[in-house]
């Protein structure tokens, strides 16, 4: 029987405890943690920065020297292991192998009829559970053994705690951390190599013209690689968080109360996908395979927008919504 996600701000219909997409989030935030995000923490904890490699701090004289300590990435750089370290406890005492184990004869009983190992003996049975052994304890160790019981976390009753501190945890240390400038993904080379298409991913800084492609060496404009990537979006249909970001990158801003009223009024159309249709493109349907139909009132999943439906509504005279108003 389908029920829902547990995370209150989901509510997406579910056979586990953690839908697919909150597992997906969490999933995330955890390879990051795994990868890289671990190792960067300890160095704006320590007041190093692996871009740099300069220490913070000075030393003045033979007796003070300057804490390169940073309290508040200290205390994150602490939080977040310990709250992984739960959760691992957590996930192992409730999935850890038990059985009993008689204190006289060391008869083992995992199941059926209890026996003795000697027929004559009394002894008390006493239950034994299996240790968690010798795990890599760092944080990034946490990490991995987290994203190795998927299973476990997705079915977990407090699969809501689990997600809400994990990535809380993961939050507050992205905000400490040493970070270059943000890069924009501007989309796939595409670029033509004897017949086969450039896979390489393109970024851009905010404040670059150009682009070169690190794998061939195609010179792309920043601002030509927006233009497609946004004309790509709009023909998608998608869900409204993922709706407010997509037109954000026309200049305009958007509220979840706003598409509401909008879809009120009869200005948008929300649509479902269609799972049972098998055919042709049709009208409603975009050109990467969503079968989309129009949603109607009994239908229970979140709704879908076409993002050019909802450009074309911002834009309009009746409403006026540029971020630099």
């Given at each position: 029987m389908t029920s829902t996600c547990v995370i209150a701000s989901c509510q997406r219909p579910s056979e586990t405890t953690m839908c697919l997409a909150c597992w997906t989030q969490l999933r995330g935030a955890l390879t990051d943690v795994a990868d890289w995000l671990a190792e960067d923490l300890e160095l704006t904890r320590t007041g190093r920065t692996k871009f740099t490699g300069a220490p913070i701090g000075r030393v003045k004289g033979w007796s003070e020297r300057a804490l390169p300590i940073r309290p508040a990435a200290a205390a994150i750089a602490d939080q977040l292991p310990t709250v992984l370290y739960s959760w691992v406890r957590e996930l192992w005492d409730m999935h850890a192998a038990r059985w009993l184990a008689c204190e006289t004869c060391d008869a083992q009983?995992?199941?059926g009829e209890q026996q003795h190992a000697v027929p004559e003996c009394t002894g008390r049975w006493d239950l034994r559970v299996e240790q968690l052994g010798d795990i890599d304890t760092t944080t990034a160790g946490l990490a991995r053994w987290l994203l190795g019981h998927t299973t476990w976390?997705?079915?977990?009753?407090?699969?809501?705690?689990?997600h809400g501190q994990?990535?809380?945890?993961?939050?507050?240390?992205?905000?400490?951390?040493?970070r270059p400038p943000a890069r924009e993904y501007i989309g796939m080379c595409s670029a033509e190599l004897e017949g086969q298409l450039c896979e390489v991913d393109l970024f851009a800084s905010e404040d670059q013209d150009s682009v070169s492609c690190r794998g061939c060496g195609a010179n792309w404009s920043v601002r030509d690689r927006r233009a497609w990537l946004s004309d790509a979006v709009d023909h998608q249909y998608l869900p409204p968080a993922l709706v407010?970001?997509?037109?954000?990158?026309?200049?305009?801003?958007?509220?979840?109360?706003?598409?509401?009223n909008y879809r009120a009024r009869g200005r948008l159309t929300a649509y479902v996908v269609d799972p049972e249709f098998i055919g042709p493109l049709r009208e409603?349907?975009?050109?990467?395979?969503?079968?989309?139909?129009?949603m109607v009132e009994q239908d229970y999943p979140s709704p879908l927008y076409l993002v050019a439906d909802v450009v074309d509504v911002l834009n309009s005279k009746h409403r006026r919504t540029r971020l630099d108003k």
């Open positions: 009983w995992f199941g976390i997705r079915t977990h009753p407090a699969a809501e705690d689990l994990v990535i809380n945890a993961y939050r507050a240390a992205m905000k400490v951390i040493d407010i970001a997509a037109v954000a990158r026309h200049g305009y801003r958007l509220t979840m109360s706003m598409l509401r409603q349907d975009d050109r990467y395979g969503w079968r989309v139909r129009p």
